[in-house]
C-alpha cells in the first residue's frame, strides 16, 4: 500500500529517476513495515515553475512524499524516512553554485477508509 | 469543496478518462455528503516514470485522493471511498499481463484554516 | 521548510505564474512563522483533464497546499492561508463566463519523522 512520491525542480535534470526508483525501493521494501514488495508504488514528478524564497540564487529541491496506512510507530516512520533520504542523498545532483534542499515527509493515510484492490 | 485527483501509471493508457470522470462526479454528487455539485473538483495525473516493487513484472495501478473538510463520519469516508472505487474498478484497463493495484484514500482537510470563496 | 503546491485548472491559461510566485513568497516570508526565506519552496502545477461538479458550465479552480511542519497554532494557519489566498485572489484570471473557485489548505507535516537538509 505505501505511495511514494518524489518531486524535484528541475535545474536538478539530468536527475538519476531509474537508479533512484530502483535504490528507494529496494531499500523500502527490504523494511519489515512493507509486507510484500508489490506494494510499493513509487514514482517522480518534476517542477518546472517554481521559486524557492525571495531570492535570485541559485536554489534547487528535492522532496520525497512517502504514504503510508496509519498506525506505524514513530520509530518506524523515522527509520522509513531515513531510508528514503539515505538514497536522495547519495544520487541526487548538486550543481555548482546551487543550494540544494533535501526533504522527505511521511504521511499517515486513513485506515478505516482506505480502498485496495488487485483489480 | 471537496478535491478529487486520480492518479495512474502511463502502462494503463489508453485510460477512459472522460468517462471516468462524469461517473465518479454523478456518483460523489449523489450523495448527501457533498452539498453542491459544483464543488466537486476532479482532475487526472499520470505517473510516467514509476516502479512498482522490485520486479520487473508487468504492474501498473491507480490511485484516487479524495480531500475533504474535516468532521465526516467514519462511515460517510467510507460510503465517498467506495464510491471512486466503484467507478474506477469498472473503467480502469485491465491490460493482459499486467497485475493492476487500485487504492483510494481519503483525506482530512482543516476546516479551521481552509480559505475557499468564489471568484 | 514549507512547500507550497498551487494548482489551476488549464481554462485559467494564461496564468501570471511568475507574478504570483513572487508575490506569495514575499508575503509567506514576511510571516513570522517562516524563520527562513530560502526555506520556502513554491511552485505550480496544472490541471488538463479535470471536471468541476455534472454540469457542462464554464467552469474554474485554483488550489493551493501549504505543507508546514506541525506544531503551528490555529491563528496562524489561518494567517498564512490568509496570505496565500490574498496573491490568488489578486492575480488569479477571471475569464468572462467561467465561474473560478478559489481554495487554499494548510496540511501539518508530521514533525517527528521529517527529513530536511541541505546538500
Redesign the interface.
Known sequence: ?P?LVIEY?DNLRPFP?AQV??AV??SL?ASPEIL??????????T?E???????PAG?A?V?AQL?LLSGRT?EA??D???R??AVL?EH?P?PAGV????????????R????????
Chains 1, 2, 3 share one sequence.
Open positions: 500500500m505511495h525542480s529517476e526508483l530502483e525501493n529496494a521494501t510484500a514488495e508489490s506494494d510499493l508504488k513509487s514514482r517522480f514528478t517542477a515553475r517554481f521559486a524557492i524564497g525571495t531570492q536554489r529541491f522532496h504514504r514513530p516512520k523515522q522509513l524516512a531515513g528514503v533520504g542523498r541526487t548538486r543550494m540544494v534542499q533535501l526533504s522527505v515527509e511521511i504521511v499517515d493515510m486513513d478505516a477508509s482506505y480502498v485496495k484492490e488487485k483489480l
